[in-house]
């Protein structure tokens, strides 16, 4: 099944035999082994393959961008099968200046790499930097981001987290400098990069932090933890691949620093680039369950497990399936979750219905019509590409029982704008925190996004849940997503990783 002339058993062998039992460091002859594994030539696509989502563009749909240059997982967004987030600290800048410019900038994997099977590399490799990275680096040049220059950790209290108590040590101040972003289909593989990048730097870098992301197994494939189908809705940037219907068209500029439609003055340098947004955000999913369970609404002709379900399509905006609710108010449809000439096309106005107070079909305070009001709100220039991937282990039945988190679980969440303020910070300030949001003149306080808005860890509200009752008004004690923090950084272009970053 996996392409390579290495076997997985001689794969392993060479794992266990790099950890050196005295040093820990993996010797010349390993790093140069995990380096052959790298090199090899795929033979099948290494991008997950979901019903549901749309196709990537061909390489000759990538419109006027330099496909070659945009770093590749900012544009095609969140189909890998494995990724690990090693994130790091730069001890010596001269030397890794260096060695990233001779062994790593040449295997960092393009957009135009990514779109077709026989181009695309074993180990998809990218590298994005802090403020304080690119300072330690001598790159000093004001990207015209304020957020990014702050840094995520100054901004935990406007994001909502109930203060940093649960943030991840390494992101409680401002001292990771970069971080690798390692994907393929298979976990081996980015171990075996992993090495080479360690082999590469070795005292030049210090580890401050890496996680580990997973697509989830079998039929849960493409689905968050919660249980639903996720990475359906992106945005489209103009000319790079064909828009499936109901799907937003944003300017290249919204997404890619320098490009048209970004109205801020930016270093040429950093033309091509895109912030990325981390977060490390644990789901509480046996919880969460629980609560459908316990809280659903009485429908008329439902039973109690529709009911159930029917509550968390109505938080999230979507079925497990992928199905739009908008368009499925009282049962899933798998048919149109997985056709993704259907999943998106839908604006949340109804002939008949008034927009500004119809939430029998969707409503306002769901996941997805907080983050992407459609008819409510026309805001292209707050659209975000997602990346992220599933982290942690499957629940486990001691869980289910118990409806109780034993060993954390979530979204590795990524995200991509050209202006942080505009794109996740704001969506998740200005819209999923803010129970005015939806502004409509019916409603004045519709709610919290019941995913992901929060409220520094004190009880949330949602109105509508039952769709039968706009009054109907749902309190959440507790959050269903614990944020262990993330960190804001910079994916510059692979032309500015070989010059002015290693210069
Ligand atoms: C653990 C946390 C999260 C979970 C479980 C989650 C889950 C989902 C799901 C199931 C969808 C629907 C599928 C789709 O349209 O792709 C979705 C869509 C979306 N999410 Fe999240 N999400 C999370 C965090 C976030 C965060 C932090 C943001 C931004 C602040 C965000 C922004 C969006 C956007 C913009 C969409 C697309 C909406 C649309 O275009 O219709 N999500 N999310
Ligand atoms: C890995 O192998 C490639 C070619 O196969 C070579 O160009 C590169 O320098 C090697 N990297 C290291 C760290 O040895
Ligand atoms: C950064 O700039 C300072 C001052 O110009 C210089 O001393 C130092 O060597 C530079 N470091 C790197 C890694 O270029
Ligand atoms: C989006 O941003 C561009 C560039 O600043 C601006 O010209 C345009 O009017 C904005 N669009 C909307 C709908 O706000
Ligand atoms: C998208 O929805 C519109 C009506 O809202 C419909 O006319 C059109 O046929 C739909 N497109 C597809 C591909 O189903
Ligand atoms: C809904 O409940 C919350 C408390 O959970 C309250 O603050 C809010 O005012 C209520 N909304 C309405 C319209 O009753």
């Known amino acids: 099944m996996r392409p390579l002339s290495l076997s997985t058993a001689t794969l392993l062998s060479l794992l266990t035999f790099v950890a050196n039992p005295v040093s820990g460091a993996a010797t010349t002859a390993a790093i140069a082994s995990a380096n052959a594994t ?17 196709p990537l563009p061909s390489t000759a749909q990538t419109g006027g961008l330099n496909a070659n240059d945009i ?12 990724e690990v987030f090693y994130f790091f600290q730069i001890n010596n800048p001269a030397s890794f200046k260096k060695k990233l410019k001779i062994f790593i900038a040449p295997f960092i994997t393009s957009t135009a790499q990514l779109l077709s099977t026989n181009t695309q590399p074993i ?37 909502g987290d109930p203060g940093t108590g649960n943030w991840v040590s390494a992101f409680a101040g401002n001292g990771i400098h970069g971080a690798f972003l390692m994907a393929s289909d298979d976990l081996l593989l980015v171990d075996a990069q992993e090495i080479v990048i360690e082999g590469v730097f070795g005292s030049d870098i210090t580890k401050l932090y890496s996680l580990q992301g997973s697509i989830r ?43 048209s439609g970004d109205p801020i003055t930016r270093p040429t340098w950093a033309k091509d680039g895109s912030f990325l947004a981390f977060r490390q955000l644990e789901q509480l999913v046996p919880e ?32 497990k399936s992928g199905a739009p609710v908008d368009l499925n108010p009282l049962f899933d449809n798998p048919a149109m979750g997985a056709n993704p000439q259907q999943n998106n096309n839908f604006t949340y106005q109804h002939d008949g219905f008034d927009l500004s107070s119809d939430q029998t079909h969707c409503p306002f305070d769901a996941h997805t019509r907080k983050t992407h009001p459609r008819a409510d709100l026309f805001a292209p220039n707050n659209s975000i590409i ?75 509200f949602m109105m509508g849940f039952d ?37």
């Open 288 to 319: 969460f369950s629980q609560f459908l369970v316990a809280n659903a609404p009485t429908v008329p002709g439902l039973t109690a497990a529709q009911s159930a379900d029917l509550l968390g399509a109505r938080m999230v905006g979507r079925w």
């Open 386 to 460: 997602r990346a992220g991937i599933p982290y942690g282990p499957e629940v486990t039945a001691a869980e289910s029982a118990s409806h109780t988190t034993q060993t954390e679980r979530g979204l590795a969440f990524v995200s991509y704008q050209a202006q942080i303020g505009q794109g996740f910070q704001f969506l998740q300030n200005r819209w999923a925190n803010n129970p005015g949001f939806i502004f409509n003149k019916n409603i004045s306080r519709p709610g919290f996004d019941p995913i992901i808005g929060a409220n520094a860890g004190q009880a949330r």
């Open 123 to 159: 180990v998809a490799l990218n590298v994005a930097f802090s403020f304080t990275g690119l300072t330690a680096l001598n790159v000093t040049d004001d990207l015209g981001d304020p957020l990014f220059t702050q840094g995520q950790f100054s901004q935990a209290a406007v994001l």
């Open 38 to 54: 790298l090199t090899g030539k795929r033979t099948t696509n290494m991008l997950g393959n979901i019903a549901g989502f749309g």
């Open 71 to 82: 770093q590749g997982d900012i544009l095609i967004g969140m189909k890998k099968k494995k």
């Open 467 to 503: 769709p039968n009752n706009a009054n109907s008004n749902l309190t959440m004690m507790s959050d269903f997503i614990i944020s262990h923090g993330g960190v804001y950084l910079f994916s510059p272009s692979i032309s500015a990783i070989k010059t002015v970053i290693t210069a």
């Open 217 to 259: 197994p079998g039929a849960e494939a493409g689905h968050e933890p919660f249980g639903f189908l996720d990475g359906i809705s992106q945005p489209a940037v103009t000319g790079f691949g064909t828009p499936l219907p109901g799907q937003l068209v944003v300017n290249p500029g919204v997404i890619l620093v320098g490009e």
